[in-house]
């Protein structure tokens, strides 16, 4: 009740947003975990090709974060993410309408633009709408987005069972849909006009050293909370030898974010400094993966239904754990990041953060992939989980010393919203 309350006391746009983001996230996670599954199985693809797909939509999203950041700022946060969700749209409706390589391709490079599009813009459209508050929007934007993260492969596998086409054409329609909320919700912002050029706007986010400083620092953020997709999944089939339990990890991940995100949010933005809590919440991110560590040599077997609870139960603990973290870390980090520049340059400071970051995030996954293949040799079944710990370790030392070095935004900055 007290987090309906709280998402009634914005404005009618933000809370556009929220449900936007829901949407999003349920129609992005209904169709692309699945897609794999579909270029080799329904059409035939060699696992090359299916590498070349799923690539180049990864490419076209995260190279071009900066590119729809900074269309956020010289064109209006508005009409870009209008555009994104209307590209997604003709993505995904693609996905489901052509079979040949060319068309696939171009499915994935519209659905990856998209994504590079409206992300950075939805973010710094938040921000600015939210200003004073931005804390809690992005704590409720966190609830959303984890609950259409569950939702969206829930229903993805129900499609599944009629056709992947219908899959896709919901996704589409999803996303169809939103364009046109968007259209008749979201009030425009005039940008005013803007003096030098979009490379100088690059050149002087990209010579912002302590910015750069906390989007590399971020990587442990990046890299763990993406292991609630891959590494505590494989951890809990592992430990109960059912593939329905890689479920039960997202399921302890969405309940935490619904029942405790705004709390956490709220009682911690009373008490110290955002940047004391980054580092908390990056420090518990790394705690997570110790129970599991600690009970990795466990596997499933035919023992009964009590025994393979209680050999999942140390991975479900991380799960809840990471999760925490993730409450307690990322709200303050989506407040921060605005405030390293000027109110003109949010977007592409979002965007600039999600390509260092992302390809950093990259790098890391690369490296627990790594230590899962070594482990599954070596039987080292620990390693993967330490790895993750000293990851978030890291980062949380890194931002620590941004901090004491006073590389931080103390406060932040007041900014008037641009006029209608």
């Known amino acids: 009740m007290r987090t309906w309350q709280e998402i009634r006391r ?24 699945y897609l794999a599954t579909h270029l080799t199985e329904d059409l035939g693809m060699s696992a090359a090709l299916v590498g070349m797909v799923l690539g180049v939509r990864t490419l076209s999203q995260q190279g071009l974060f900066v590119v729809g950041g900074s269309a956020a700022d010289r064109l209006g946060a508005r009409g870009v993410i209008i555009a994104g969700c209307a590209l997604r749209t003709v993505g995904f409706a693609l996905f489901a309408l052509g079979d040949g390589l060319a068309v696939l391709l171009s499915a994935s490079v519209l659905s990856g633009f998209a994504g590079a599009l409206f992300n950075p813009a939805v973010r710094a459209y938040l921000a600015q709408e939210a200003e004073g508050r931005r804390a809690e929007a992005f704590a409720l934007f966190n609830v959303f987005a984890a609950t259409g993260a569950l939702a969206g492969p829930l229903l993805g596998s129900a499609l599944l069972l009629v056709d992947f086409r219908t899959s896709a054409l919901t996704a589409a329609g999803i996303f169809a849909v939103l364009t046109v909320a968007q259209v008749m919700v979201l009030p425009a912002r005039t940008t005013g006009p803007r003096a030098g050029t979009v490379s100088a706007d690059w050149r002087e986010v990209l010579g912002n050293r302590a910015f750069l400083a906390f989007a590399l620092a971020m990587v442990g953020m990046f890299t763990l909370e993406s292991q609630l997709y891959l590494l505590l999944p494989d951890g809990a089939r592992r430990a109960t030898g059912w593939d329905g339990s890689a479920g039960l990890v997202l399921l302890v991940g969405t309940v935490a974010h619904l029942s405790l995100q705004l709390r956490v949010t709220r009682a911690l933005k009373r008490r110290g400094h955002r940047g004391l809590w980054v580092v908390a919440g990056l420090a518990l991110m790394a705690l997570a993966f110790l129970p599991p560590a600690l009970a990795s040599g466990a596997s499933g077997g035919p023992d009964g239904v009590v025994d393979g609870a209680l050999r999942v139960l140390p991975v479900l603990t991380g799960a809840l754990l990471l999760s925490l973290g993730v409450m307690v870390a990322q709200p303050f980090v989506m407040e921060l990041i605005p405030d ?3 109110a003109g340059l949010t977007g592409t400071y979002f965007g600039v953060f999600y390509v260092v970051s992302g390809v950093a995030a990259a790098v890391g996954n690369t490296v627990v992939g790594w230590a899962m293949d070594t482990a599954g040799h070596s039987g080292a079944a620990w390693l993967p989980w330490a790895c993750c710990a000293l990851f978030g370790l890291a980062s949380a030392l890194a931002v620590a010393r941004l901090r004491r070095t006073g590389a931080l935004p103390a406060s932040p900055k007041s900014a008037v919203p641009a006029t209608a």
């Open 10 to 33: 914005f404005p009618l746009a933000v809370q556009l947003l929220l449900v936007n983001q829901f949407g999003v996230n349920t129609g992005f996670y209904l169709l692309i975990p």
């Open 340 to 342: 390293f520049g000027r």
